[in-house]
Every structure is written in structure tokens, then in C-alpha cells.
């Protein structure tokens, strides 16, 4: 599966996907394990009913769905204008960046969670706006659907054709 890691001696070596960085990857892999251990599942590069791709959803016990948008550097923030639209998709919407990003640059209203490949912090709690009932079905579903495909093609990928 695309979001496993392994050891090769004494370093990690993070999966390559093609579409993050490795900074990225790094960030992304910290936010889940911080998420796992709030007790929520995720799922990496969701793609939404409006044609964008998530970086990192998560979803809790209660169903709260939280979408956190990976920063790998100034450049990257600058030049995507595209989280704005992530917020008709969840309840909380998160920003996750390394330690030395430029913080002051990323929008109050949102929250902040700094990460590296070994784990996240929360250093702002993002507003809650809870999603009408239509659209957290429809995201949920999509979740469980791109969760479960990958699952499937991680142990047959020949009989995944199709679903992916």
C-alpha cells in the first residue's frame, strides 16, 4: 500500500507515490499517527465530490470528519489556493506543516498542527463547523469506498481492477 513505511537498516524510508514531496510524506505520516492515536482512521488523497484531493481525512468514532491540508514549504502555501474549498467537506479543517514552516502565514481560522515522520502535534484546534447530514453521508461513503478499495488492492490487485 502506497502509505506504508519500512526500515532499510537503521533509516526510514518512505514510500514513493509520485505526487507528494518527501517532506510531505513525512508531515502526512506524523498526521496520521497523531489521528490513530486520537482514535480516528484516515485516509490519504481523497478525492471529493468537487473534484479535489484531499491530503489527509480523518474520521472519528462520532463521524466528525476532518480534512488537513500538508504544507511542505512557503512555495507550496503561495501558490494553492485550492484549501478554501475543503471546508464543505468536513467539520474541522486543519493545516499540518513541519516545524520550521513559516506559521504566521497560515490562516487563523483554520487549525495548526506542526508533524514530522515520527508524529503531530496540535498547536491550534480548528473551528468546528459541522456538515449538513447530505454531505457527511456522502464523504463518509466515499471514505469507506477509497478505504476498502485500497485494502482490496493491497492484497489482490488484479481483482481490484475496476474499483480503484
Same mark, same amino acid.
Given at each position: 500500500?502506497?502509505?506504508?513505511?519500512?526500515?532499510?537498516?537503521?533509516?526510514?524510508?518512505?514510500?514513493?507515490?509520485?505526487? !507528494?514531496?518527501?517532506?510531505?510524506?513525512?508531515?502526512?505520516?506524523?498526521? #496520521?499517527?497523531?489521528?490513530?492515536?486520537?482514535?480516528?482512521?484516515?485516509?490519504?488523497?481523497?478525492?471529493?465530490?468537487?473534484?479535489?484531493?484531499?491530503?489527509? @481525512?480523518? $474520521?472519528?468514532?462520532?463521524?466528525?470528519?476532518?480534512?488537513?491540508?500538508?504544507?511542505?514549504?512557503?512555495?507550496? *502555501?503561495?501558490? +494553492?489556493?485550492?484549501?478554501? +474549498?475543503?471546508?464543505?467537506?468536513?467539520?474541522?479543517?486543519?493545516?499540518?506543516?513541519?516545524?520550521?514552516?513559516?506559521?504566521?502565514?497560515?490562516?487563523?481560522?483554520?487549525? $495548526?498542527?506542526?508533524? +514530522? !515522520?515520527?508524529?503531530?502535534?496540535?498547536? #491550534?484546534?480548528?473551528?468546528?463547523?459541522?456538515?449538513?447530514?447530505?454531505?457527511?453521508?456522502? @464523504?463518509?461513503?466515499? *471514505?469507506?469506498?477509497?478505504?476498502?478499495?485500497? $485494502?482490496?488492492?493491497?492484497?489482490?490487485?488484479?481483482?481490484?481492477?475496476?474499483?480503484?
Amino acid at each position: 500500500m502506497g502509505d506504508m513505511a519500512s526500515r532499510a537498516g537503521s533509516v526510514l524510508v518512505l514510500p514513493e507515490d509520485g505526487r !507528494q514531496s518527501p517532506v510531505a510524506l513525512a508531515v502526512q505520516r506524523g498526521v #496520521r499517527r497523531l489521528f490513530a492515536g486520537l482514535g480516528q482512521v484516515t485516509v490519504t488523497e481523497l478525492t471529493l465530490a468537487s473534484g479535489r484531493r484531499a491530503d489527509v @481525512v480523518a $474520521l472519528a468514532p462520532d463521524g466528525r470528519i476532518t480534512v488537513v491540508e500538508v504544507k511542505s514549504c512557503l512555495a507550496d *502555501f503561495r501558490t +494553492d489556493g485550492k484549501w478554501q +474549498d475543503y471546508r464543505a467537506y468536513c467539520d474541522r479543517l486543519f493545516f499540518a506543516v513541519t516545524d520550521d514552516f513559516p506559521q504566521e502565514v497560515l490562516p487563523e481560522a483554520t487549525g $495548526l498542527i506542526v508533524a +514530522d !515522520q515520527y508524529g503531530a502535534a496540535v498547536l #491550534r484546534e480548528a473551528p468546528l463547523h459541522p456538515l449538513p447530514g447530505a454531505r457527511r453521508k456522502e @464523504v463518509t461513503l466515499r *471514505f469507506a469506498r477509497a478505504a476498502a478499495s485500497r $485494502l482490496h488492492a493491497a492484497f489482490d490487485p488484479e481483482g481490484a481492477r475496476g474499483i480503484i
